[in-house]
């Protein structure tokens, strides 16, 4: 009988070599809209008024996005500075860098998608779709909260410790950034482990009971993890950051349970101790190298 999904796939085939050239232009493409989205940040005005005296330094658009960091995040009472001369040229390229790598992600995660769709089969495509949707959609939402929430909760819960040691609220502009930064591209991957886990779980390579055996535990862990990260955040500040990360652990359990009893775990090759004869379908040990039923080399 005709397969028409081998036709499908063998009219679509290509060599190596054409298959390194069609990376390379999605890479290209990925790599110039990062540095269009880079170079925007750094040379958009946020207004026109300088055209009225053009050699006066205009504020770039980037400017008006670490303004809006520090308005929303710093402290009141907290001042920034600069400490050597070249930090604030080193945060405008840095912060310009982070921005337009994550206005360019949509674009990134389409040349990506655009790369792999063709190499797979319709079945495939059930499987693997609903693992890249979940991770980007939890992706962002971590992003959203790690700059909304964690990272507010986390400078200022720094700050305590000024008063502590009897030092004035003053923080390098690079430490106050950086800060903000990582702790949102952190908890924007965090909140991608239910996927990673129930990954994990699909392929063998661990099982629920790594959660649910010892869930007494890991909640005791995660609780002293934020009570040290909210040192003065209080219990609301504890909830918001405790809450959320109890609920994506267990998201993480119960669609890992639906693949445990749907008897779709199956577990790694390379994890496995056996495997099956390509020749006559019997059973060998991973350390054989002839098949114990027709005799014939596995390699």
Same mark, same amino acid.
Request: glycine share 8%.
């Given at each position: 009988m005709h397969d028409s999904s081998n036709e499908t796939r063998d009219s679509s085939a290509m060599t190596i070599w054409e298959h390194m050239d069609e990376l390379a232009k999605?890479?290209?493409?990925?790599?110039?809209?990062?540095?269009?989205?880079?170079?925007?940040?750094?040379?958009?005005? +946020?207004? @026109?008024? !300088?055209?009225?005296?053009?050699?006066?330094?205009?504020?770039?658009?980037? &400017?008006? =996005?670490?303004?809006? %960091?520090?308005?929303q995040i710093l402290p009141p009472n907290?001042?920034?500075?600069?400490?050597?001369?070249?930090?604030?040229?080193?945060?405008?390229?840095?912060?310009?860098?982070?921005v337009g790598v994550g206005f360019s992600l949509p674009i990134v995660a389409y040349?990506?998608?655009?790369?792999?769709?063709?190499?797979?089969?319709?079945h495939e495509k059930r499987d693997a779709y609903p693992f890249v949707l979940s991770f980007m959609a939890l992706f962002v939402i971590g992003v959203l909260f790690g700059y909304l929430v964690a990272a507010r909760f986390l400078v200022t819960a720094m700050?305590?410790?000024?008063?502590?040691v009897g030092a004035e609220q003053i923080i390098s502009v690079?430490?106050?950034?950086?800060?903000?930064?990582?702790?949102?591209?952190? +908890?924007? @991957?965090? !909140?991608?482990?239910?996927?990673?886990?129930?990954?994990?779980?699909?392929? &063998?390579? =661990?099982?629920?009971? %790594?959660v649910t055996r010892n869930r007494r535990y890991i909640y005791a862990a995660l609780?002293?993890?934020?009570?040290?990260?909210?040192?003065?955040?209080?219990?609301?500040?504890?909830?918001?950051?405790?809450?959320?990360?109890?609920?994506?652990?267990?998201?993480?359990v119960f669609f890992a349970k639906r693949y445990e009893k749907s008897g779709k775990v199956k577990k790694a090759a390379w994890l496995q101790r056996t495997h099956t004869c390509r020749f006559c379908a019997?059973?060998?040990s991973n350390d054989s190298p002839?098949?114990?039923?027709?005799?014939?080399?596995?390699?």
């Open positions: 999605r890479l290209k493409v990925a790599l110039y809209t990062v540095i269009l989205f880079t170079v925007a940040m750094m040379v958009i005005p +946020t207004n @026109l008024s !300088f055209l009225s005296n053009p050699f006066e330094f205009y504020d770039p658009l980037i &400017g008006l =996005v670490l303004r809006t %960091i520090r308005a907290a001042r920034l500075i600069g400490l050597g001369l070249t930090a604030p040229i080193e945060l405008y390229f840095t912060a310009s860098v982070v040349e990506f998608y655009r790369f792999i769709d063709p190499a797979l089969y319709p700050f305590p410790f000024f008063t502590a690079m430490d106050f950034y950086t800060t903000v930064f990582s702790t949102t591209l952190l +908890t924007g @991957l965090i !909140f991608t482990t239910p996927v990673v886990f129930v990954l994990l779980v699909r392929f &063998g390579i =661990v099982g629920t009971s %790594i609780f002293v993890l934020v009570a040290m990260t909210t040192a003065d955040g209080g219990p609301v500040g504890d909830a918001l950051l405790y809450l959320p990360m109890i609920t994506l652990l267990e998201l993480g019997t059973e060998i002839f098949c114990p039923g027709c005799g014939k080399a596995q390699t």
